[in-house]
């Protein structure tokens, strides 16, 4: 299993509205990614720290469906299928605490390292599970 960070700006893409009414997301997908691996993702201004812990449930799907359409990529050329989406605390998540423990950007999709592994770890106590 492994674990990316990816990011979203919600003046594109409303993600946290989204995510109150929906179970799952589609994204585009720009890595090789796993069903089972960790997807965290960075929410943008105003909001500026890792938001939610997503499960890739599918991937290198060729579109997503329909109720996606608004935040479809035209660029996309995969997508992957997100679901089992927790919110995080905010507390130690915010973007300084992400730089000062490993994390070099989330302006694109990243995978993460394991001193950043372990800081969320520390800073979740073991409430990712």
């Given at each position: 299993?492994?674990e990316y ?7 594109k ?10 179970r799952?997301?589609?994204?585009k997908?720009?890595k090789a990614?796993n069903?089972?691996?960790?997807i ?6 105003p ?6 812990r997503?499960?890739?449930?599918q991937?290198d ?10 935040y ?9 299928k997100?679901?089992?989406?927790k ?6 998540l ?6 000062d ?7 694109c999709?990243t995978?993460?390292?394991q001193?950043?592994h372990?800081y ?5 106590k073991?409430?990712q599970q």
């Amino acid at each position: 299993m492994k674990e990316y960070i990816i990011s979203c700006n919600v003046k594109k893409f409303d993600v946290i509205s989204f995510v109150n009414e929906h179970r799952t997301l589609y994204w585009k997908q720009s890595k090789a990614v796993n069903p089972g691996d960790v997807i965290y993702i960075y929410v943008g201004v105003p909001y500026s720290r890792l938001y939610y812990r997503c499960v890739v449930l599918q991937s290198d799907l060729d579109s997503c469906p329909d109720t996606m359409s608004y935040y479809l990529d035209n660029k996309a050329k995969r997508y992957m299928k997100l679901g089992n989406i927790k919110v995080l605390p905010e507390e130690g998540l915010f973007l300084q605490n992400l730089m000062d423990n490993g994390v070099k950007t989330v302006q694109c999709s990243t995978e993460v390292s394991q001193e950043f592994h372990e800081y969320l770890s520390a800073v979740l106590k073991g409430d990712q599970q």
